[in-house]
């Protein structure tokens, strides 16, 4: 048995404290799946550029929040640990167990797809997602394309889908209420 072999399965059975005790010290991040640390590759960079100009245009006041890149969101119903490209908090942060790097509520979760992961944040991610009380808006923003997904949530309880395409649109989305204009998104990406 190789040595990364046999980490991966002394891997496969850490707590949650484990787990972060290890995060803390990584060079890499991981996400944790109730038990199981699953290292996340890197990004390119059309994804680092595209979330830079998400942060810039989500220049929101009070009481809004926003983290990005290395602010793990922790979704106790799965177990799981996350870490979104970026989220945005209405009211106060909420932190799990009194820690300053793992939050609990965020009210808009955006994701910027990878060809590896974007199946798995339109399913199983979204519907983990879907257990954070506050959750109410989603955004999966694309790399080689100026497109994005918004799912949000309506007054009835029932989740609801639009597309935007093409540099010329804007996404509005609820959270501080505010217009994305996909121009300044997709700023200085190459397709």
């Known amino acids: 048995m190789t040595a990364s072999i046999a980490a991966q399965l002394i891997a496969a059975s850490l707590t949650p404290d484990e787990y972060r005790a290890l995060e803390e010290k990584s060079e890499t991040r991981h ?107 989603y955004l999966l923003v694309a790399q080689e394309e100026p497109a994005i997904d918004r799912f949000w949530l309506g007054e009835d309880g029932d989740w609801r889908w639009r597309r935007t395409e093409g540099l010329t649109e804007t996404c509005s989305i609820a959270t501080g209420n505010l217009a994305l204009p996909l121009s300044k998104i997709y700023r200085s990406v190459n397709f």
């Open 31 to 137: 996400e944790y799946c109730d038990g199981v640390s699953i290292p996340m590759t890197g990004g390119t960079s059309s994804h680092n550029q595209i979330g830079l100009n998400l942060i810039r245009l989500l220049d929101l006041d009070p009481p809004f929040t926003v983290f990005a890149l290395d602010m793990r969101l922790w979704l106790p119903t799965y177990n799981h640990g996350t870490y979104p490209d970026l989220m945005v908090i209405e009211g106060d942060p909420s932190f799990s167990d009194g820690r300053r790097d793992e939050v609990l509520n965020p009210t808009l979760i955006i994701e910027v797809l990878s060809p590896s992961t974007a199946d798995y944040d339109r399913t199983k991610k979204f519907s983990k997602y879907c257990s954070i009380p506050e959750f109410r808006e």
